[in-house]
């Protein structure tokens, strides 16, 4: 009950230890970005092995089955992994503190969320080495992944699971912070565009989830305890996967852009140094995405045969998401206009992004229109439409939110030359290798395909595409380059490092202490901290008082529950197999790590630590190092 | 430390669940869980609705060949009045009456264990007397997953409110044990609301073809 622990000097282990109990938001955001950033190279060198055997026709660099489980692995890695963790790293390190709150509603939960996400991400890996990788493609159809050997499928199903219910965790908590924890002053409608798309897309985890939960235990039922759900001949029927998985997944399509736009949203008035055009119509266009993104998971299935009353019904919502996305395309364009626009590396990937994903978002009312989708379904066209969006849209804005908020989160500041050189190559690999990939659809070039013959007219556009991917990957290393220099010369930058901050989580000094405000702030409009600087002040005004703050305690459990749960999931596995007779001991003792953890969490009182006004004092001059 | 503060029944706030920020946080977490549980069974009752009488072959029972309405009768009001009597606990709860809150949570456990036997027995009666099984079609998957996952809530909420009971035995109410008997009742609600649901699409709408 002391805050010893937070001054003193750790040794390697004592820092390990630190982030394995850890329940603070800044280094759980750090465990995410870690875990993220690990996934996200792990999904793009299967990338680089889809675009190595591709290159060429005829190539057999690798095996048509393997090809199947680098393809699988790829889309729910990337995914579930990388795209939604390296988010939830962002909300976890700026969304508390934009709202000018001490810590997040829930930091147990928190952490939680966070190991339950990183154990099903590490059961799912270990297929590559315990029998061979999912291979049903990351929609994974029932009829396909009931087929499928061995145990690829089954390491999908109960890797997503777990991991599934650590994002509904991260995201309840979300909503309960943005709802309960704002500082006095901070109304809904000054809350940054980035803690808007917070909360929506938290609100869709909430909502969508679930479904892809029902998807999950019935397909884990039905290849690992005989029931018979998706198995026609026991009177069950595939589509319902089908429909749970799109329900689910269309509104993750929304999970995943929303915080992105969020990014964008922030960066374009910090750097064209004026105030985000239509704020309100902002906001109003992301809950309408958010509400339409619910309507529209059945134009994943217009080939499935629902019927063209059902085509036209989703084919009209679908594109009628299209209005609320131009508003916000609008609104940023008329942000820069007229700006006195400072063109740094988050800048840059923010203005890149505009033109990029306004291609995928046309490439998509196209197949909105359901005749045509009979045309585009299942072809490379598909491929670049998604990587359109999820490229030009979410990878620009993780790349962009990285450089942006890195002096938040470590408190030195990425090099621009090289995050320049990242940004050339990265962006011209990334038109390069999708941009022709719709040419090759239409041409007939199917998706998933392992191979292609030559003379089909197919040759030079895979080529050119595979050469692309290239410079992506070039990027993608010199910004890990960029990464390691700056950590390695370790330059501390002060409180709002920019310059041009606009936002509560600049006002802190860097590093951030670990209580965030010492004093909550008094939130007195939209942009709270350009506010006071336009009033010549360099910090927030007070709204309180300092007083004794209030902690939570670290703790193990949340590691311990995930344990018992990744446990559980290789018993569940096994038991089918002829002479495990050790899997189903396995699964109950699994259960019972975890019950038992959240039954010792649910009777031992833990009721954190006061941090005490003196010592608070005491820290004013040091800018509260951890 | 306030949550750890003894009261007396004039001191006890009004809505001590909602007392701290703790509690508060809570309250609206669980709600927003509860948002979630009912997308999640909304997916079981859309899928057993899909499902329901898909059976291989005509040998298989179908709803109407398995259901009995006075044990499925019995299991119903059972549950809603175990509901009700959660109701009283809290009632007592925020009347600061922790004896009485605890004896009312007591009955509500007894209604709730009653509940399960019942659930027991049907399971049990369909898969001897019927060969109404997990695995023996796709309407029994269903059946059992959308039933059997109410039944692993009813499992937990029961181990939920044992728990809570006997921690808090000897020390009785604070606002930092008051939003836990506050949420655990709400739990209790809500798998008494999917029961209602259960009852009307899976038994009622069964026995009517």
């Known amino acids: ?626 | 430390m306030a949550a750890e503060q003894k009261f007396t029944p004039q001191t006890w706030p009004e809505s001590p669940e909602q007392a701290t920020l703790e509690g508060k946080n809570k309250f609206l977490g669980f709600w927003f869980f509860l948002g979630g549980e009912t997308v999640l069974f909304a997916s079981l009752f859309a899928t057993y609705l899909a499902l329901k009488d898909s059976v291989p072959s005509d040998t298989h029972a179908k709803a109407a060949d398995l259901f009995e309405l006075p044990l499925v009768f019995l299991m119903t009001m059972l549950l809603l009045t175990s509901s009700l009597t959660s109701v009283f606990a809290m009632y007592h709860m925020k009347n600061y009456n922790f004896k009485k809150m605890q004896q009312w949570l007591f009955i509500t456990v007894a209604l709730g264990l009653g509940f399960l036997g019942c659930e027991i027995y049907e399971f049990n009666h369909y898969y001897h007397e019927f060969e109404h099984k997990f695995t023996s079609s796709a309407f029994g998957s269903a059946f059992y997953t959308l039933v059997g996952f109410h039944g692993g809530h009813v499992v937990f909420g029961l181990s939920w409110i044992i728990a809570l009971m006997i921690r808090n035995a000897k020390r009785g109410l604070t606002l930092y044990n008051a939003p836990k008997f506050y949420l655990a009742s709400l739990y209790w609600h809500f798998i008494d609301v999917v029961w209602v649901f259960i009852f009307t699409v899976v038994y009622l709408m069964g026995m009517v073809g």
Do not use: C
Not at chain 1, 22 to 40: E, N, P, Q, R, S
Not at chain 1, 52 to 57: C, D, E, G, R, S
Not at chain 1, 407 to 425: I, R
């Open chain 1, 1 to 626: 009950m002391s805050t010893i622990a937070h001054t003193q000097k750790r040794g390697f282990a004592g820092t390990v230890w630190e982030y394995l109990t850890t329940v603070d938001h800044k280094k759980i955001a750090i465990l995410y970005l870690l875990a993220g950033g690990f996934f996200f190279i792990v999904g793009g060198i299967e990338a680089m092995m889809i675009r190595i055997q591709l290159a060429v026709p005829n190539n057999d660099f690798v095996s048509a089955g393997l090809f199947n489980e680098i393809i699988t692995m790829h889309g729910t890695t990337m995914i579930f992994l990388a795209a939604m963790p390296l988010l939830f790293a962002f909300m976890n390190a700026v969304m508390p503190l934009q709202i000018g709150a001490r810590d997040v509603a829930f930091p147990f939960i928190n952490a939680l969320g966070f190991w339950l996400f990183f154990f099903g991400g590490l059961f799912l890996n270990l297929s590559w080495f315990l029998g061979g990788a999912p291979d049903a493609g990351w929609t994974s159809y029932a009829s396909l992944s009931l087929a499928s050997e061995g145990h690829g499928i089954d390491f999908y199903a109960l890797g997503l699971q777990i991991s599934g219910f650590g994002t509904l965790m991260g995201g309840i908590n979300f909503l309960v912070t943005i709802i309960n924890m704002r500082a006095p002053g901070m109304t809904y409608m000054r809350m940054p565009l980035f803690t808007w798309t917070t909360f929506v897309a938290s609100a869709l985890i909430l909502f969508a989830f679930p479904p892809l939960t029902v998807g999950l235990f019935m397909l884990i039922f039905d290849r690992m305890f005989g029931s018979g759900f998706f198995d026609v001949a026991m009177g069950g029927n595939t589509i319902i996967w089908e429909h749970f998985f799109w329900i689910f997944g269309h509104p993750e399509v929304y999970i995943l852009v929303l915080p992105a736009f969020g990014i964008f949203s922030e960066i374009f008035p910090t750097f064209a140094r004026k105030r985000l055009f239509g704020y309100s119509s902002m906001v109003f266009a992301t809950v309408l995405i958010g509400f339409l993104g619910f309507m529209v998971w059945a134009h994943h299935m217009f080939t499935t045969g629902l019927g063209p009353i059902a085509n036209a019904i989703f084919a009209v919502a679908t594109m009628a998401i299209a209005v609320p996305t131009g508003i916000k395309i609008f609104n940023w364009i008329l942000t820069i206009w007229g700006g006195s626009i400072k063109f740094t590396v988050p800048m840059l990937y923010a203005v890149a992004f505009i033109p990029s994903f306004v291609m995928g978002g046309v490439t998509g009312v196209m197949q909105a229109a359901a005749p045509a989708d009979y045309q585009f379904h299942d072809s490379y066209f598909i491929v670049a439409h998604f990587h359109y969006v999820i490229v030009g849209g979410i990878v620009l804005g993780l790349l962009g939110g990285a450089h942006f908020y890195w002096p938040l989160m470590f408190g030195t500041m990425l090099s621009e030359k090289l995050g320049k050189v990242t940004f050339v190559l990265f962006l011209i690999g990334f038109h390069l290798t999708f941009f022709i990939q719709h040419f090759l659809g239409l041409m007939g070039m199917p998706r998933r395909v392992w191979t292609f013959l030559p003379g089909q007219g197919l040759d030079s556009g895979n080529l050119i595409s595979s050469i692309g991917a290239a410079f992506m990957a070039v990027g993608v290393i010199i910004f890990l380059v960029n990464v390691v220099i700056t950590q390695v010369k370790n330059v501390q930058v002060g409180r709002d490092p920019w310059e041009d901050g606009r936002t509560l989580e600049w006002s802190l000094p860097s590093p951030t202490p670990y209580y965030n405000f010492k004093q909550l702030p008094l939130v007195r409009g939209l942009d709270p901290y350009w506010i006071e600087k336009m009033e010549g002040k360099t910090e927030m005004t007070p709204a309180e008082p300092v007083g004794d703050i209030h902690m939570p305690n670290n703790s193990f459990v949340p590691f311990v529950i995930s344990l018992g749960l990744f446990i559980a999931a290789f018993g569940a596995m096994y038991h089918a197999d002829e002479g495990k007779d050790w899997a189903i001991p396995v699964l109950i003792i699994g259960m019972i790590v975890t019950f038992g953890a959240m039954l010792y969490r649910s009777i031992k009182d833990d009721h954190g630590y006061h941090i005490h006004k003196e010592e608070l004092l005491d820290e004013s001059g040091k800018g509260g190092a951890v």
